[in-house]
């Protein structure tokens, strides 16, 4: 089973309300992500989170705010955003042994803020 | 740092037919993977194919091929038998196996081909 599964599919909000994206797991992956993406664009890496520690933030505004509350969940706080923050957001897990170091995505969450 | 170019921003392939898609990388690492990616519209990104590094024969999968060639940082995906559901965006990436620090688990993505199938 190789399933990342995200909610919700579809989130629209506003530039003042604060909202949170899901991120779950079960495969016992040691590596979960956040990246946003744009249409048509590769996906673009925002946090990484190693062993539920934060390991890179890829100089993201702090009006996201990732959480990883244990190894199987990840959440991303969204508070005060901006239109051009408007994406596709994907997460994604990965092994990180034992030669499987590929990554697995979620579907995404679609993002409009109005 | 690590790019990778995929420089066919658009390819086509009728049905049934074979399509290629190019991939080239730099890096200066000896140990490291190379995936493509499959990205529907509107739809999940999902893994096709991966090549490690410093295995010699090139990764398959069903109707999947990979062509790595290491010394020209080369890793072109083949697709045999084009069907209307391979339409998509794929994209191609690169990770070092043993990164750490500010590259940790990074991958590095091409920009991406759009394949149509035509009926």
């Known amino acids: 089973d190789t399933e990342v599964t995200q909610t919700p599919k579809h989130l629209v909000m506003g530039m003042t309300n604060k909202k949170s994206l899901k991120c779950e797991q079960h495969?016992?992956?040691?590596?979960m992500y956040w990246y946003k993406q744009k249409a048509k664009k590769p996906p673009e890496l925002m946090f990484v989170y190693s062993y539920e520690k934060l390991s890179i933030n890829e100089s993201v505004p702090s009006r996201f705010s990732p959480e990883c509350p244990n190894s199987s969940l990840l959440n991303l706080h969204l508070h005060a955003l901006q239109p051009e923050d408007s994406a596709l957001y994907l997460c994604a897990s990965s092994q990180e042994r034992r030669s499987s170091y590929e990554q697995y995505f979620g579907p995404g969450t679609r993002l409009t803020v109005t | 740092a690590q790019t990778v170019t995929q420089s066919q921003p658009e390819m086509s392939v009728q049905e049934a037919e074979t399509v290629t898609l190019s991939c080239t990388y730099d890096?200066?690492?000896?140990?490291?993977?190379l995936f493509w990616y499959k990205q529907p519209p509107s739809r999940q990104m999902i893994l096709v194919i991966r090549?490690?590094?410093?295995?010699?024969q090139n990764a398959t999968e069903n109707r999947f091929s990979v062509n790595f060639q290491k010394a020209a940082k080369s890793f072109s995906l083949k697709i045999s038998d084009s069907q209307l559901g391979d339409a998509a965006m794929y994209f191609c990436a690169y990770r070092a196996r043993y990164a750490g620090g500010t590259s940790y688990g990074k991958l590095t993505f091409g920009q991406g081909t759009i394949l149509t199938v035509h009926p």
């Open positions: 890096t200066s690492e000896s140990d490291y993977y």
């Open positions: 090549q490690e590094a410093y295995k010699q």
């Open positions: 495969m016992g992956h040691r590596a």
